[in-house]
């Protein structure tokens, strides 16, 4: 059983015991999260896609951690100007265990 659910303005397919990071939740470490906004739902060998189906499945998830990614640096330069930026990027993330799929 999985399930494709929306957060952050993307899309992660999960299992039950993935660990999945997304975009920055408001949550202490060790709290549970429903996210209920399911737009998939893969169960034994039925496909569930239908917004009646979907609108009591949820995903229970318990925070792992609060933590920033990789740094990325953005460069810019501008050729015969002599000029040339550079700045760097770290987005904050939170990493979601996944416990239980709800249909």
């Keep these: 059983m999985y399930a494709v659910v929306a957060t952050g303005g993307k899309q992660e397919k999960v299992f039950v015991g993935d660990v999945v990071r997304v ?8 709290d549970i999260i429903e996210l209920t906004d399911v737009r998939l739902l ?11 189906d979907l609108a009591t499945a949820k995903v229970v998830c318990e925070v792992v951690g609060q933590e920033r990614s990789r ?21 904050l993330y939170t990493a979601l265990k996944v416990s239980e799929i709800i249909a």
Excluded: C, W
């Excluded at 893969?42 to 009646?52: E, Q, S």
């Design 23 to 30: 975009e920055k939740l408001d949550a202490p470490v060790g």
């Design 42 to 52: 893969v169960k034994d060998d039925a496909i569930l896609t239908a917004p009646n």
């Design 71 to 91: 740094r990325v640096v953005v460069y810019k330069r501008k050729r015969k100007n002599n000029y040339a930026r550079t700045r760097g990027h770290r987005q």
